[in-house]
């Protein structure tokens, strides 16, 4: 069974550095690209980048780049989402989630149960 | 600001069907597959449809999904109470080399 575990929820002050994690089991994971997902509180998804665990190739939505890093550990498959100094306005909900690029589609076939990030003085 | 534009919200009956649009351009849904996704309150995302109209294993056949253009569209039949929730559309934009998503839609069975 394909499972995308997510870390906790954390809840930090502006300008403190966090990463938070995603551990792919029941697939071979460094063969899938794993993406991260942003919720804003009572707002759509907005994708903000993605990595293929196998050799860390990562690419970033234009409105991310920048504002966070995307990295992932093959030997433990896990994806990492990190912050260097943390807003308020990043207070969201975030997800991985797995792709399946087949015939040129590409959508996300598996999700976390998603972290939620609170950022308040 | 989402390139992909969705109703906020749709509404029907049980029993009855509902169709949800999703608006886009020929950087991403013109040229490439669209999928939709199901979320359930206080879920996460679940993918409904790929490809444009592939069902994943498990996905009823009262979900379906067809492409037109630049816009493609997703059909709930047979309502049920369980189906509310919001639900997006997604693709590839080749202008901005990244995945987008629609804004998303609130079905609410009446």
């Known amino acids: 069974e394909v499972q995308l575990v997510q870390s906790g929820a954390e809840v930090k002050k502006p300008g403190e550095s966090l990463k938070i994690s995603c551990e792919g089991s029941g697939y071979y994971f460094p063969g899938s690209w794993i993406a991260w997902v942003r919720q804003m509180p009572g707002k759509g998804l907005e994708w903000m980048g993605i990595i293929y665990p196998g050799d860390s190739d990562t690419r970033y939505s234009p409105s991310f780049q920048g504002q966070v890093t995307i990295s992932a550990d093959k030997s433990t498959n896990t994806a990492y989402l990190q912050w260097s100094s943390l807003k308020a306005s990043e207070t969201a909900l975030y997800y991985c989630?797995?792709?399946?690029?087949?015939?040129?589609?590409?959508?996300?076939?598996?999700w976390g149960q998603g972290t939620e990030v609170t950022v308040s003085s | 600001q989402s390139v992909l534009t969705q109703p906020p919200s749709v509404s029907a009956a049980p029993g009855q069907k509902v169709t949800i649009s999703c608006s886009g351009s020929?950087?991403?849904?013109?040229?490439?597959?669209v999928a939709w996704y199901q979320q359930l309150p206080g879920t996460a995302p679940k993918l409904l449809i790929y490809?444009?109209?592939r069902r994943p294993s498990g996905i009823p056949d009262r979900f379906s999904g067809s492409k037109s253009g630049t816009s493609a569209t997703l059909g709930i039949a047979g309502l049920q109470t369980g189906d509310e929730a919001d639900y997006y559309c997604?693709?590839?934009?080749?202008?901005?080399?990244?995945?987008?998503f629609g804004t998303g839609t609130k079905v609410t069975v009446l």
């Open positions: 989630a797995r792709l399946l690029w087949s015939n040129g589609g590409r959508s996300f076939d598996f």
């Open positions: 490809e444009n109209n």
């Open positions: 997604g693709t590839w934009d080749n202008s901005l080399s990244a995945d987008v």
């Open positions: 020929s950087s991403n849904i013109g040229n490439n597959y």
